[in-house]
């Protein structure tokens, strides 16, 4: 069986390593960008199988991110994982994610989007 590939895309070093160690658990191979332009450069040579999105990065946000991923692959599965849900979530959501995932979450919380949208670890 091949395992899924997931990247993260999150600059805060403490979010990353949470989402890392829940997303360890399953069968993944866990991909991770600290940025909106590493985040696009990463999916262009891995092809992930779903991408965990926040939307204040450096270099590039997350809305243009996933603006620009989605053109590389229009079937690319981008979910947002942000505190600005509320102000920014719906340019997100118009850009191409799939959902929004609020933080803080809860790891119930993210493996229930993981499964509402791919078979994802």
């Not at 040579?45 to 965990?52: C, Q, S, Y």
């Not at 996933?66 to 340019?91: C, H, Q």
């Amino acid at each position: 069986m091949t395992r899924k590939k997931v990247m993260i895309v999150e600059d805060d070093d403490a979010v990353l390593e949470v989402l890392k160690v829940m997303l360890s658990k399953g069968n993944c191979q866990i991909l991770v960008a600290k940025n909106g332009q590493e985040a696009i450069d990463l999916y262009r040579f891995a092809k992930p199988d779903l991408v965990l999105m926040d939307i204040e990065l450096p270099v590039m946000d997350g809305i243009t991110a996933t603006k620009e991923i989605k053109k590389l692959d229009p079937g690319a599965k981008i979910i947002g994982v942000t505190a600005y849900s509320r102000s920014k979530g719906k340019y997100l959501i118009e850009a191409g994610a799939l959902d929004i995932i609020d933080k803080p979450f809860t790891k119930k919380k993210i493996f229930q989007i993981l499964e509402k949208y791919t078979s994802v670890c």
